[in-house]
Every structure is written in C-alpha cells, then in structure tokens.
C-alpha cells in the first residue's frame, strides 16, 4: 500500500492551495481516505475525509467553509482544497486510510484507532 502526498508550499494569508493524495495498492471502495494535520508538540488533528466508494465527505468544523475534499476515481487520488489559508493552518499534512464507516470520527477518535495506512507529510506554511 502506498498514498503518496503532494502539493504543500508557502502561501499568503488568505491564498490556496490543493493537495493531492494518489492511493494504490488497496481496494479503495472499502475505505475512506483522510488528511490529518500535525504542528510540532501537537497531536494529530484530522482535518477531513471522503468515502471512497461514493464521495461523501466529513469536514472538521475548524476548516468548515473553507475546505473541501474531492476524488478522481480514475487517478484513485484524493484532493485537499484549502482557500482562505491562515497562518493556523500551517502544518504537515499527512493523508491516511481508515474504514469507510469510521469517516466522520475522525475527530473523535485517536488516529492511532483508525488509520491503518499513512502517506508521508506535505509542509502547509502560511505566511506573509
């Protein structure tokens, strides 16, 4: 299994940017893919998911309004839109595999309990 993160850099305050996940080697339509966020000294913090098989998404309410999630099943690639950046964003974002039925606890639960894979972190910097 491989999810392979990209798209992270320095932006403005108030910019955007997308990340992508690209997933292969697992039966997407069984899971949900993720993106969790981590500042140094901090926990992981999931930032949304989408159900693979349909495209449902779940979207924490600290980035409520201004993130989206979307797929392209002909790339089994996620992708993290984030607009109106600010510098609390700034972040590695890791996306992540866990069980399609487990998408919308991924505030409530420890990514310890949900993620069965992880990509590698993409650096997010918001800065003037």
């Known amino acids: 299994v491989q999810l392979q993160a990209s798209g992270g850099g320095l932006v403005q305050p108030g910019g955007s940017l997308r990340l992508s996940c690209a997933a292969s080697g697992l039966a997407l339509d069984n899971y949900a893919i993720a993106w969790y966020r981590q500042v140094p000294g901090k926990e992981r913090e999931g930032v949304a998911s989408?159900?693979?098989?349909?495209?449902?998404?779940y979207i924490a309410n600290s980035v409520k309004g201004r993130f989206t999630m979307s797929r392209d099943n002909t790339k089994d690639t996620v992708y993290l839109q984030m607009n109106s950046l600010k510098p609390e964003d700034t972040a590695v974002y890791y996306c992540a595999t866990l069980w399609a039925q487990s998408m919308s606890t991924i505030n409530l639960y420890s990514p310890d309990e949900l993620v069965d894979y992880w990509g590698q972190g993409t650096q997010v910097t918001v800065s003037s």
């Open positions: 989408i159900r693979y098989s349909d495209g449902v998404t």
